[in-house]
């Protein structure tokens, strides 16, 4: 079946850093989600990306769908320890397009 | 507030008993789905739903149960649980089941559920 390979699978980093995440997949997608989980919570829509090659920011994330179609990219400047949590990719990739999700990158941000 | 109600939010169980898990949304969403967290896993789908009295399959069925009989709740039922059970449980509703533009995926604060 489909699956979407993202790395890294966790970072530890310090407040202040910028953080890259990517996903990829050997299937091509239309769409490509990205979703942020805060421990103990459900998985919350950052960015939406709908046309290959398009930039989408919202605040300090910025998302890219790779021109392939195959491929995401997740970019967090100056990162803040609210940052922390799992990050998942997305695509709908099921019989009926349900989503798939990554395996998650975990964030942990030092103060 | 509008959103995706999940209940319990824990549950231990024992091997063998079995449960249901509930969910509830209040967006008049026609598509629900059931997945199941495990580490290093990601999010795996269990069953989902495009409307009330339509049911399927997704990618890791066995052992579960699901029913749709209104828009507004889609419980997951476990017959008989085990320990490979043991998960965190998040359900997810959405006008369809691909994201149309501007929207994903709703989903609740999950089940955490632990078989003994």
């Known amino acids: 079946g489909q699956q979407l390979n993202q790395s890294p699978q966790s970072m530890f980093i310090q407040e202040g850093e910028d953080v890259s995440m990517n996903c990829t997949s050997s299937s091509i997608f239309n769409t490509w989600l990205w979703y942020k989980q805060d421990p103990g919570e459900g998985p919350v829509l950052l960015i939406a990306l709908y046309k290959a090659g398009e930039l989408t920011s919202n605040g300090r994330l910025t998302a890219q769908f790779g021109i392939t179609r195959k491929d995401s990219f997740l970019n967090i400047s100056a990162s803040i320890p609210s940052d922390v949590g799992i990050y998942f990719c997305a695509a709908p990739g099921g019989s009926q397009g349900n989503l798939i999700f990554g395996k998650g990158t975990k964030l942990s941000v030092k103060p | ?80 649980a085990a320990p490979s059970q043991t998960s965190v449980y998040f359900c997810a509703s959405s006008y369809s089941p691909y994201p149309p533009i501007g929207y994903g995926y709703t989903f609740g604060s999950g089940t955490r559920l632990t078989v003994v």
């Open chain 2, 1 to 80: 507030n509008a959103g995706v109600t999940q209940t319990p939010k824990f549950q231990v169980l024992k091997t063998g008993q079995s449960m249901t898990l509930q969910c509830a949304q209040d967006m008049n969403h026609e598509y629900m789905s059931w997945y199941r967290q495990d580490p290093g896993m990601g999010l795996r789908l269990i069953h989902y739903s495009v409307g009330a009295g339509i049911t399927d399959q997704g990618e890791v069925p066995n052992g579960y149960n699901v029913s749709r009989s209104t828009t507004e709740d889609f419980p997951l039922r476990l017959l008989s």
